[in-house]
């Protein structure tokens, strides 16, 4: 399928539309603990098995990310978003078939493993396209559509709660949502394959900067690059950190004040969670577009500086002000949303944007990494607090300063970035002849 040309005329804002259709459905993902207890109930399951789909699912969705990133390159935005279609939706409708045939391997199959492709496609896709349309803004137009992605859940959680209280809990009415799901998101997400288009030139923008302006590498090249595997520990330091709040948000704030005089409720738990979501949608275009302004370094300095801080003050004074624990938590899920936004053009800053796309994809297994170190730091020791004796706030103490080290290494990772050596750079003829290559007969 060769790349859509835009016509004469097309607008760029076109652009960001086709990419949001696409992540505001693959958001969904953050919204897998909807089905969790129906899914228990109906098919006689624990927590570990509910969680087993969506933990592949990020799984898959790092490695798509990673072994497809350089076939999204050559095939273009639209291959990839059918591809990201295809797999997504039929993701839903496998997990159909095993919901209603009561047989949980192919909700695991159908979610977990061909969902997940469509996660990780879907994720990569409009990236090197929005960055040739906005070379001058690259880290808003980058932070619009991955806003989606953290935005997803808030459309997906409540639209799923209400088909299930709708069509049932049973094993039959999970299966008819996650029928609904695979048709609508398949309707949806078609919005951005005939939307797509690659810019006419290299310099789509009057008098702006031209794409291919700069140093230009490979996706070859820049993994073996230091400033690759720098900017891959920022990224799962930045990640195992809001991670870490974000899986656990509820019993983590039902804890710290569940020995004073105004415990949290169930209600008031979930709405601290609804919260964070928010936080980390609005982190993902606001802090992106900060970065246009002040520099990727810069941005990154203000994640891992003062997140760092923001789980000092947790761990010191967080059980004695409930505003103090609510505002420091929101401000670290923006600086996880923002942290995922940012480094597409952190990474065209570096690498230019000749293959940002199947760079940004290797560098995903660094979520990857990160959705299961997070997690596991945080429920592990608790878990072993909680075996001691401890309770409340003392069961995340040793957690919190855990992440403020990663966090102080994140940062480092950061401050050792510099320019890329110009023995990666390619040279103006390669680029020409791959320019005239990549243009559709």
Same mark, same amino acid.
């Given at each position: 399928?060769?790349?859509?040309?835009?016509?004469?005329?097309?607008?760029?804002?076109?652009?960001?539309?086709?990419?949001?259709?696409?992540?505001?459905?693959?958001?969904?993902?953050?919204?897998?603990?909807?089905?969790?207890?129906?899914?228990?109930? =109906?098919?006689?399951?624990?927590?570990?098995?509910?969680?087993?789909?969506?933990?592949?699912?990020?799984?898959?969705?790092?490695?798509?990310?990673?072994?497809?990133?350089?076939?999204?390159?050559?095939?273009?935005?639209?291959?990839?978003?059918?591809?990201?279609?295809?797999?997504?939706?039929?993701?839903?409708?496998?997990?159909?078939?095993?919901?209603?045939?009561?047989?949980?391997?192919?909700?695991?199959?159908?979610?977990?493993?061909?969902?997940?492709?469509?996660?990780?496609?879907?994720?990569?896709?409009?990236?090197?396209?929005?960055?040739? %349309?906005?070379?001058?803004?690259?880290?808003?137009?980058?932070?619009?559509?991955?806003?989606?992605?953290?935005?997803?859940?808030?459309? =997906?959680?409540?639209?799923?709660?209400?088909?299930?209280?709708?069509?049932?809990?049973?094993?039959?009415?999970?299966?008819?949502?996650?029928?609904?799901?695979?048709?609508?998101?398949?309707?949806?997400?078609?919005?951005?394959?005939?939307?797509?288009?690659?810019?006419?030139?290299?310099?789509?923008?009057?008098?702006?900067?031209?794409?291919?302006?700069?140093?230009?590498?490979?996706?070859?090249? =820049?993994?073996?690059?230091?400033?690759?595997?720098?900017? %891959?520990?920022?990224?799962?330091?930045?990640?195992?950190?809001?991670?870490?709040?974000?899986?656990?948000?509820?019993?983590?704030?039902?804890?710290?004040?569940?020995?004073?005089?105004?415990?949290?409720?169930?209600?008031?738990?979930?709405?601290?969670?609804?919260?964070?979501?928010?936080?980390?949608?609005?982190?993902?275009?606001?802090?992106?577009?900060?970065?246009?302004?002040?520099?990727?370094?810069?941005?990154?300095?203000?994640?891992?500086?003062?997140?760092?801080?923001?789980?000092?003050?947790?761990?010191?004074?967080?059980?004695?002000?409930?505003?103090?624990?609510?505002?420091?938590?929101?401000?670290?899920?923006?600086?996880?949303?923002?942290?995922?936004?940012?480094?597409?053009?952190?990474?065209?800053?570096?690498?230019?944007?000749?293959?940002?796309?199947?760079?940004?994809?290797?560098?995903?297994?660094?979520?990857?990494?990160?959705?299961?170190?997070?997690?596991?730091?945080?429920?592990?020791?608790?878990?072993?607090?909680?075996?001691?004796?401890?309770?409340?706030?003392?069961?995340?103490?040793?957690?919190?300063?855990?992440?403020?080290?990663?966090?102080?290494?994140?940062?480092?990772?950061?401050?050792?970035?510099?320019?890329?050596?110009?023995?990666?750079?390619?040279?103006?003829?390669?680029?020409?002849?791959?320019?005239?290559?990549?243009?559709?007969?």
């Amino acid at each position: 399928m060769s790349p859509p040309i835009a016509p004469p005329g097309w607008s760029r804002w076109l652009v960001p539309p086709a990419a949001l259709s696409v992540h505001l459905s693959i958001g969904q993902a953050y919204a897998w603990s909807v089905f969790k207890p129906p899914l228990e109930s =109906a098919l006689h399951l624990n927590g570990t098995e509910s969680a087993l789909p969506f933990q592949l699912a990020i799984v898959m969705l790092g490695l798509s990310a990673a072994f497809g990133g350089t076939l999204v390159e050559r095939n273009g935005p639209r291959w990839a978003m059918t591809v990201a279609l295809v797999c997504f939706s039929s993701g839903f409708l496998i997990s159909a078939l095993g919901a209603a045939s009561e047989q949980y391997w192919l909700i695991v199959l159908g979610y977990g493993f061909v969902g997940g492709i469509g996660l990780g496609i879907g994720y990569i896709s409009p990236v090197s396209t929005l960055i040739k %349309w906005f070379p001058d803004r690259s880290g808003m137009a980058t932070g619009i559509a991955i806003m989606g992605f953290g935005g997803g859940a808030l459309i =997906a959680s409540p639209w799923s709660a209400q088909m299930l209280q709708s069509f049932g809990s049973d094993h039959s009415g999970i299966a008819l949502a996650f029928l609904v799901h695979g048709l609508v998101y398949a309707v949806f997400m078609s919005l951005g394959v005939v939307l797509v288009r690659v810019p006419r030139s290299e310099q789509p923008v009057g008098d702006g900067p031209s794409v291919v302006d700069g140093v230009q590498v490979s996706a070859r090249s =820049a993994v073996r690059t230091p400033q690759f595997w720098c900017l %891959w520990v920022v990224l799962c330091m930045n990640v195992t950190v809001g991670i870490g709040i974000l899986e656990k948000a509820a019993p983590m704030i039902t804890d710290f004040f569940s020995d004073t005089s105004t415990p949290v409720s169930v209600s008031a738990a979930a709405g601290f969670v609804a919260l964070l979501s928010a936080a980390n949608m609005a982190g993902r275009i606001g802090w992106s577009s900060a970065s246009d302004l002040i520099g990727r370094k810069n941005i990154y300095r203000v994640y891992l500086g003062v997140g760092a801080l923001m789980y000092l003050l947790i761990a010191s004074f967080g059980d004695s002000s409930k505003p103090l624990f609510i505002l420091c938590a929101l401000v670290i899920l923006s600086f996880y949303g923002g942290g995922f936004a940012t480094v597409p053009a952190y990474l065209k800053d570096l690498f230019g944007a000749y293959q940002v796309g199947a760079i940004h994809g290797r560098l995903l297994t660094a979520w990857s990494t990160a959705g299961v170190l997070g997690p596991l730091i945080v429920n592990w020791i608790a878990d072993h607090q909680k075996a001691a004796g401890k309770h409340g706030p003392d069961l995340y103490g040793l957690s919190f300063m855990i992440m403020i080290g990663l966090l102080v290494i994140g940062f480092i990772a950061n401050e050792l970035v510099r320019p890329v050596h110009p023995r990666h750079h390619l040279s103006a003829p390669k680029e020409a002849a791959d320019g005239r290559r990549e243009q559709p007969a």
